[in-house]
């Protein structure tokens, strides 16, 4: 079974709550031998895509984590190589982006039946955590191109939903997320904080908010 980490995003490097929690699952001396896979969200941009992985892979080298082998998902490699990358790695990193774009790259890869048997380490950012859930409730967001809330199939690695990059200022898209919460709970996700699922517990760091319209409620964390 997976070890599931849920991020919003890392402006200024990993946390030291973060970097202590990953490396409770990956001991220091183990993280050299390591393989990791990169699942972009949008698969037709290469370039940009080694761009953001490096960005990561900088954030790992950080904070003493350095991978023998280091492969990006998207349209370079075919369904068949990206499911050898999978079975074969440590860590995969399901990249933030494009929501909605990067669930139908998921699907032409096959990715919810090869990640269910995974076990190691998944993190999601923004995008990548928001399709993590089994059922993604995403609500509206005309900045994320997702112009009307959309309920689908994610990959089923967890059975919660999450809202990245919460901005408090932006009530527009807060009363969106509210809505969106008549469907299932909602965590608001600040920057730097992350939610940890390890097949037993769901362990929260760092500030949120939950929201849950089913129970006329939003509470803070």
């Known amino acids: 079974m997976a070890i599931c980490f849920l991020t919003s995003a890392f402006n200024n490097g990993f946390t030291p709550a973060f970097e202590r929690v990953l490396k409770k699952y990956l001991p220091a001396e183990t993280a050299d031998a390591s393989n990791f896979v990169f699942i972009a969200s949008d698969f037709d941009d290469p370039h940009g895509n080694l761009h953001w992985a490096e960005e990561i892979r900088g954030k790992f080298g950080e904070i003493g984590v350095v991978f023998s082998g280091f492969h990006i998902v998207d349209h370079t490699v075919s369904p068949t190589q990206a499911e050898k990358y999978i079975r074969n790695a440590q860590i995969i990193w399901l990249s933030g982006g494009d929501t909605l774009r990067q669930i139908v790259s998921f699907e032409e890869y096959h990715l919810r039946e090869q990640l269910m048997g995974f076990d190691g380490i998944i993190i999601g950012m923004s995008a990548g955590s928001i399709n993590m859930a089994d059922r993604v409730v995403l609500a509206r967001n005309i900045y994320d191109n997702a112009p009307e809330m959309a309920i689908y199939q994610g990959l089923g690695l967890v059975q919660i939903n999450i809202e990245p990059h919460l901005d408090p200022l932006n009530v ?26 390890d097949g037993q517990h769901t362990t929260i760091y760092g500030p949120y908010c939950l929201y849950n319209l089913q129970n006329d409620a939003v509470s803070i964390g």
Request: glycine letters at 4%; a negative charge; charged letters at 25%.
């Open 172 to 197: 527009e898209h807060l009363d969106d997320i509210l809505e969106a919460s008549v469907h299932a709970p909602i965590y608001g996700l600040f920057d730097d904080s992350f939610i940890l699922d």
